[in-house]
């Protein structure tokens, strides 16, 4: 995927869907180069982040919870936060922050495209997560747009 493109389309979608502030659907976000047939010494790396500063251990910590696949048994950190899957979906599935102090609570979005993961953090229940995917599922169909 052209890189040009998937930055243009991730500043577009980040700027109107990603703020600390409650008027976005989305608290931080994450893309992360993702290619999961590609070969074992091919490392992930942070693409772009918006609202959250991740270290590369954090991050292979994470692909690797991604890569053994048991994402029903075990438990994944993104910052100070860790997370359990609460339900699981084709190419994406959804988890609430089991540590956090919010009174509403916090959850992430994992969808993976062709050759990204995408991350997606947000405050909030049912209805901040429905804004969630809405704004995860955007991204994914402008990025899959430039394959017609």
């Given at each position: ?26 608290k931080a976000a ?10 074992s010494r091919l ?106």
């Amino acid at each position: 995927m052209e890189w040009g493109f998937v930055h243009k389309v991730w500043d577009k979608w980040a700027s109107n869907n990603i703020s600390s502030s409650s008027g976005e659907p989305l608290k931080a976000a994450l893309l992360i180069n993702y290619d999961p047939t590609g070969p074992s010494r091919l490392l992930s790396t942070i693409a772009k982040q918006e609202g959250i500063k991740v270290n590369p251990i954090e991050l292979s910590q994470f692909v690797d919870f991604i890569k053994r696949d048991k994402l029903q048994t075990e438990t994944f950190i993104i910052g100070p936060n860790q997370y359990l899957v609460t339900s699981i979906h084709e190419n994406w599935f959804c988890a609430r922050c089991m540590n956090t102090s919010k009174p509403a609570g916090e959850g992430a979005i994992i969808m993976q495209t062709a050759a990204f993961l995408l991350v997606a953090l947000y405050d909030g229940s049912i209805g901040s997560a429905s804004r969630a995917m809405a704004a995860v599922d955007q991204f994914a169909w402008q990025l899959g747009r430039r394959n017609l």
